[in-house]
């Protein structure tokens, strides 16, 4: 009995330990399996949840005006935390240098709080084992490498906690100056403007940084050996004048006002070299504000009206069968093509009038007849003359989507083309055309034939380094002949000598050549209001032509003054007399008494470096131990001549801008990372926050006088 029990406990032994044997091996194999076989596989899971790579977005290169003005760039700043539980922040380390820490805190991070305050905060916030506590958002650059200096901090990520996570914004320094233009690039948003056209250049190189996954699901930096830094990308010089731009922005928006316009187009182009010198494209938003949220110059397309008349004056001489002598039937200003009626805008009460008369005062009646008279046996030829002006093509300038003019071809029915198509074409109706394209005729004529390219880029420059110049690219050598150019000149300059530019532009500080435009921009929505498009077209000086210039205001109600005249030439005026003061080349050289200008008479000049150069040369003042490194310039009037130096300018610290205009005086402070408000109007007499002062974000209040 006791041997069949002994044997029945060895079996149940036996079977126990053969079980414990049989799992410890399965136990092993899969140990083995594992680490061995499956082990880099298990690794790489590891690393892809406790590890990965951040990708850091690299600046984007600047964009600068003509004479290099920042007209956007990217601002780094930084969003800074503590890892209060570091693993190199010992107790000792952190409760010795934490009430130090705590007063940098108070003073220049949050002053709301005393240091007692931000200490309990911190030692709270390392007992909760927090190790992604907020410090500061938004912190500069210059602030940054200050707190790293701080207690604590100064001890880097390992040993003291200190997390930088670095951030970019693209700004424009001047809002909405030339802000379409300009552009916006985003991942992931539609962009637009030099932004995008130029972003292959802009564009820098991402960096990357290795992070790790602590308890509570913080990513925190390995280190700095696990940074690979980014590369900033190229900057482009524009060709645009921030002065010329602001000029033409201030013009079009009180010209809007005044006449009630939803839309406004300027754009000024060197006349020889076909480089845009300002784009403005407004538009008025629901809360009545002018803001530029479509670049209307270069991708709406409208029917010009009245300023189209230069191409169809051109093709009639160019036909050599029409002088600007022909005789034409005016018939009071009433016309009929077919079953359709045409009216000239005013009642002029003239029956005859020569092919001159008829283009000065604007007759659409004189214009119709004139060319119905030269091509309707071959309307075809009436069209190839407007592709030989270069109508017919994309002005080819340096944006992504200009639209293409809408020219219709002769007895194409697909483009809509009818008996009357024509005289009406003739006019500006049944055509289309962007406001850039309009403009790029009249600078052809106003450069004796040269048809330019429009160009907003000069070039691109990496680290200093042209890597790209854009020169003046010429797209038809001659677009008529010198007699056909000759004549039209003429008939441009009579148009404000004695036509309907006459009471805008007749008495402007310099003379011009234009042509006045008004085009209804709805009649083919008979159960809707009328409204007009307001234009005028031209280039000045008349005798040696420097600068070619649209204004366009659109959608104007009938029950304003839309005509060309009445909206449009005031604004163009305005622009021209501005310019004309301002721009050197334009005014003769200043002489009190026959004698040059004296540097005794001369006030201290401060500003912008390429200004104060360009106005002491100007002035033809010597200048004496003349330094003109960086870019503000401070100029005082000795007996010998002008002495300049460099104007102080540190990043992160309050500048002195009294003295400077309120433009470039909420340049350097807003750069500075200052909030501004203006009081009064001319130069800053008065700054509230001394210059020396450690910029934080504070707010700064400039007197002026």
Not at 249 to 277: C, D, F, N, P, Y
Request: charged residues 25%; glycine residues 8%; aromatic residues 8%.
């Amino acid at each position: 009995m006791m041997s069949q029990r002994r044997s029945e406990l060895l079996f149940r032994l036996y079977l126990v330990t053969f079980g414990l044997v049989v799992f410890a091996g399965v136990l092993l194999w899969r140990t083995v399996h594992i680490s061995v076989i499956e082990g880099d596989y298990w690794r790489q899971k590891v690393k892809r949840l406790n590890l990965k790579w951040k990708v850091i977005e690299a600046d984007r290169g600047d964009i600068v005006s003509e004479r290099g003005r920042l007209l956007a760039t990217s601002l780094p700043f930084f969003e800074v935390r503590m890892d209060t539980r570091a693993d190199g922040l010992d107790d000792q380390t952190f409760y010795t240098q934490i009430d130090s820490l705590a007063w940098y805190l108070s003073v220049y991070v949050d002053p709301t709080l005393s240091p007692a305050e931000h200490r309990k905060r911190l030692v709270e916030a390392r007992r909760a084992g927090n190790r992604y506590l907020l410090i500061k958002k938004r912190v500069n650059y210059h602030m940054l490498k200050a707190m790293k200096r701080w207690p604590i901090f100064r001890r880097g990520p390992n040993r003291g906690g200190f997390i930088a996570i670095r951030q970019t914004e693209r700004v424009k320094p001047y809002g909405e100056l030339a802000s379409r233009t300009i552009g916006k690039y985003k991942s992931g948003v539609i962009a637009y403007g030099l932004e995008a056209s130029y972003n292959r250049w802009l564009a820098g190189k991402d960096g990357k940084s290795l992070m790790k996954r602590v308890r509570g699901g913080v990513w925190l930096p390995v280190g700095e050996h696990s940074y690979v830094a980014p590369q900033k990308g190229c900057d482009i010089h524009t060709t645009l004048k921030v002065e010329v731009q602001d000029i033409a922005h201030r013009a079009l928006v009180e010209g809007m006002k005044k006449s009630g316009a939803q839309r406004g187009v300027v754009v000024i182009m060197e006349v020889r070299t076909g480089a845009v010198r300002a784009m403005v494209n407004l538009r008025r938003d629901d809360r009545g504000r002018y803001r530029e949220t479509y670049n209307d110059a270069v991708k709406t397309a409208i029917e010009p009206g009245s300023t189209f008349k230069l191409a169809t004056v051109m093709a009639l001489l160019e036909s050599g069968k029409a002088d600007i002598d022909m005789p034409l039937n005016l018939n009071g200003g009433r016309a009929e093509f077919f079953d359709r009626i045409m009216r000239d805008a005013s009642h002029h009460g003239l029956r005859y009038a020569t092919l001159e008369d008829a283009f000065v005062i604007s007759s659409n009646v004189g214009l119709a007849q004139a060319a119905w008279r030269v091509f309707h046996k071959r309307q075809n030829a009436f069209v190839d003359r407007l592709r030989q002006f270069g109508l017919a093509e994309t002005t080819g300038i340096d944006l992504l989507g200009e639209t293409p003019p809408f020219i219709k071809r002769a007895w194409d029915k697909k483009t809509g083309w009818s008996g009357t198509t024509l005289p009406w074409m003739a006019i500006g109706y049944e055509v289309k055309l962007t406001p850039l394209q309009i403009l790029n005729l009249y600078n052809a004529v106003a450069n004796n034939g040269k048809l330019m390219r429009p160009y907003l880029v000069s070039a691109v420059v990496k680290d200093g380094q042209v890597i790209q110049r854009n020169a003046p690219k010429v797209l038809r050598k001659k677009i008529a002949s010198n007699a056909t150019l000759r004549k039209a000149q003429y008939l441009l300059r009579q148009v404000v000598i004695r036509g309907t530019a006459k009471k805008p532009l007749g008495e402007a500080m310099c003379a011009i050549s234009a042509k006045t435009g008004t085009a209804q921009a709805n009649y083919y929505k008979p159960n809707e209001s009328l409204r007009y498009h307001s234009s005028m077209v031209g280039y000045f000086p008349s005798q040696a032509p420097k600068y070619s210039m649209i204004v366009l205001l659109m959608d104007i109600p009938q029950d304003s003054a839309y005509y060309g005249a009445a909206a449009a030439g005031p604004v163009f005026r305005e622009i021209v007399d501005r310019l004309y003061m301002m721009d050197v080349d334009l005014i003769p050289k200043v002489e009190l008494g026959g004698e040059p200008l004296a540097s005794a008479q001369v006030p201290p000049l401060k500003g912008y470096a390429g200004d104060v150069m360009q106005l002491l040369q100007w002035m033809g003042l010597e200048q004496v131990d003349a330094s003109t490194e960086g870019e503000w310039l401070e100029v005082h009037p000795g007996a010998e001549g002008m002495r300049s130096r460099p104007l102080a300018v540190s990043m992160g610290v309050v500048p002195d801008v009294r003295g400077l205009g309120a433009r470039d005086a909420v340049y350097l402070l807003e750069s500075a990372g200052l909030k501004v408000v203006l009081r009064g109007a001319g130069k800053v007499k008065h700054q509230s926050i001394p210059a020396g002062t450690p910029a934080h974000n504070q707010t700064v209040v400039l007197s002026l006088e």
